[in-house]
């Protein structure tokens, strides 16, 4: 994988730093200007002749520093269903990332429900509901177009009844500029915590590593948007290259990573590993 430290590597192998030169690449990685700006600061401080390897050293030592030495693990109430809303754009494999998530819970030998409350695309229903039935995971859905806080308030009821420790809301892929459908995810919110106060539990937004730059402003219009965001799932960590994004949301939002998705199969997903992600994708 060409990630940055190794784009660092093999672009830097003079003695003498060109801090122009390295800001562009620290930023073009997706570090972001307010973190780029320490690693520099960090690096001119030394007051010597720098190498590739110092640069790299100081990269992994501020990411490490900011990022969670350990990724905590799933809300639970201490009553009924721990309730995820699985939120982001269009495109960013947000459904992939619930039925992923639904999954590596199951695994985990936790009992999960689906809720299809991405009501403005059928094909959403129906893949959902594909998943459900290949995984075994029960679902509850609504008529397309329905309101999806409805789906939401009967999947709960649903999941009490049987018991289900994790309900997994699938919400609808959203521009985060379309102020309407942004307003509509916090009425999801209100709704669910009528039914418990702590609800939702965990919000979890979906971002592409792909999209670099934009997924830290699609992050941004999302926690705006809701009264709280847990954390971060990342797609299309298999080979982009582009991983400094995690790092630049969890700067600017103090919005940590929780799971990755590293493929396309429905097991290429795992649990956030800082260290594992400063060695291997950075």
Not at 113 to 121: G, K, L, N, Q, V
């Amino acid at each position: 994988m060409a990630g940055l430290f190794s784009k660092i590597a093999s672009r830097f192998r003079k003695t003498d730093i060109d801090w122009d030169d390295l800001e562009e690449e620290l930023i073009g990685g997706d570090l972001g200007v307010p973190l780029t700006m320490e690693i520099i600061d960090d690096l001119r401080d030394r007051g010597r002749s720098l190498t590739s390897d110092d640069v790299i050293a100081a990269c992994r030592e501020e990411v490490r520093k900011l990022l969670p030495a350990k990724t905590p693990p799933m809300a639970r109430p201490s009553n009924g269903p721990s309730i995820v809303l699985v939120v982001g754009v269009n495109g960013v494999g947000k459904t992939t990332s619930t039925v992923k998530l639904g999954k590596w819970l199951k695994n985990q030998g936790h009992q999960v429900m689906f809720a299809a409350a991405d009501t403005f695309r059928a094909a959403a229903i129906e893949q959902l509901e594909i998943w459900s039935q290949r995984l075994d995971i029960p679902i509850v859905k609504g008529a397309y177009k329905a309101d999806p806080s409805s789906v939401c308030y009967a999947a709960y009821q649903s999941a009490c009844k049987k018991g289900v420790d994790f309900l997994l809301c699938d919400t609808a892929g959203r521009l985060h500029n379309r102020h309407n459908l942004m307003q509509e995810l916090g009425k999801m919110e209100r709704v669910l915590g009528k039914l418990d106060a702590d609800a939702p539990h965990e919000v979890f937004i979906v971002v592409d590593a792909t999209t670099g730059s934009n997924a830290v402003s699609q992050a941004k219009e999302f926690q705006a948007a809701l009264s709280k965001m847990t954390g971060l799932i990342v797609t299309k960590l298999d080979g982009s290259g582009k991983g400094g994004v995690v790092a630049a949301i969890q700067k600017q939002l103090e919005v940590s990573p929780r799971f990755i998705g590293t493929g396309e199969s429905e097991d290429d997903f795992e649990e956030f590993d800082a260290q594992r992600f400063v060695d291997q994708i950075l």
